[in-house]
């Protein structure tokens, strides 16, 4: 991207427009965009999200775009979730084998029966790498299985290797990326960037915080994050798209609205989901989470979060009509 002519062009259009700097908003909206990298959202990379369409990311990221900079002058912050991986991790093919030393294929899924009776157990070459011995990788994988179905969660799913630090497809989508660098300059607000998915013995769906939090020993594999929930605190209205529905969106909505019960109900109000830009996992043939994807939804619906259309004037939404003027 040439960042200096998109300057340029963002503080010209910022002048013709009479744009303000975001630290002057009255009413102040939070965008978080949620793992919106070419791995998840550009056809033929690591896990492209296409949602029974085949082209569900791409036309997300299309509306999502739009939606942007139509709306520049009133979002006030931009946040994006990075998913971020090495090799060895207990999601990716290395970290488990058969009794005859062969890795599961991508998208196996993992239950602690598997676990149990022997059809996938640790790798004890990885251990090393970890810091860990094999006897407790083997512990470990156990647990955490029996931990993901105790607390009704999907199996442990053994996804392609993606998002991978460093790659192309860690990056963000361009079209994405340039929108975000606009609004920085136009607006003078810097945009948050948060790393997740990051620690070797966990899941990280969801931003806020991991499938399981501790080994069977106790030891820590992740813990929760509040960063999402103080921007919700911060600001008048929390609007989140992203990839994928069904699990990355999904997990931190469901995250946040633990939150918010616990703390502060009334704050669910300020909770806004992009519901067109956002698409379920789809593997034709393998997997398809669409159903799970809209039954979270309505869920949240109900809950009393706001399911919005990226085409409908923010001035229109429930809660910020009065508030903003059409864009």
Not at 37 to 64: H, K, M, W
Not at 134 to 149: I, M, N, V, W
Not at 259 to 273: F, M
Request: charged share 20%; glycine share 8%.
């Amino acid at each position: 991207m040439p960042y200096e002519e998109r300057a340029r062009q963002a503080r010209r259009w910022a002048g013709l427009h009479a744009i303000r700097p975001a630290a002057e908003d009255e009413f102040k909206i939070a965008f978080l965009g949620v793992d919106l990298q070419n791995t998840f959202c550009i056809p033929e990379y690591e896990l492209y999200v296409g949602g029974r369409s085949g082209t569900g990311a791409v036309d997300d990221n299309r509306r999502l775009v739009t939606f942007l900079y139509q709306n520049l002058g009133q979002i006030t912050h931009i946040a994006l979730t990075l998913d971020t991986h090495q090799a060895i991790q207990i999601f990716h093919a290395i970290f488990l084998i058969d009794a005859q030393g062969n890795h599961p294929p991508a998208n196996t899924l993992v239950s602690v029966e598997d676990v149990v009776q022997g059809r996938w157990k640790f790798n004890p070459a990885v251990a090393p790498s970890l810091g860990i011995t094999p006897e407790y990788g083997q512990e470990l994988l156990e647990s955490y299985t029996r931990q993901l179905k105790e607390q009704g969660k999907y199996d442990l799913t053994i996804w392609p290797y993606h998002a991978m630090l460093g790659s192309t497809g860690h990056a963000l989508v361009s079209a994405v990326e340039e929108a975000v660098f606009f609004h920085t300059i136009a607006r003078a607000s810097q945009p948050d960037m948060i790393i997740k998915g990051n620690q070797p013995l966990t899941e990280s769906y969801s931003v806020i915080g991991p499938e399981v939090q501790e080994g069977p020993d106790g030891r820590v594999l992740g813990r929760k994050s509040s960063r999402i929930f103080e921007k919700l605190q911060q600001y008048d209205a929390l609007v989140i798209a992203g990839q994928a529905k069904s699990h990355c969106v999904a997990w931190t909505v469901e995250d946040l609205l633990a939150d918010v019960r616990q703390q502060d109900e009334s704050l669910v109000r300020k909770i806004y989901l992009l519901e067109d830009c956002c698409s379920p996992v789809v593997v034709p043939g393998i997997v398809d989470y669409t159903d799970q994807a809209d039954a979270a939804f309505e869920k949240f619906r109900q809950a009393g979060i706001n399911l919005v259309r990226s085409d409908q004037p923010l001035s229109n939404w429930p809660g910020i009509a009065g508030h903003i003027s059409s864009a």
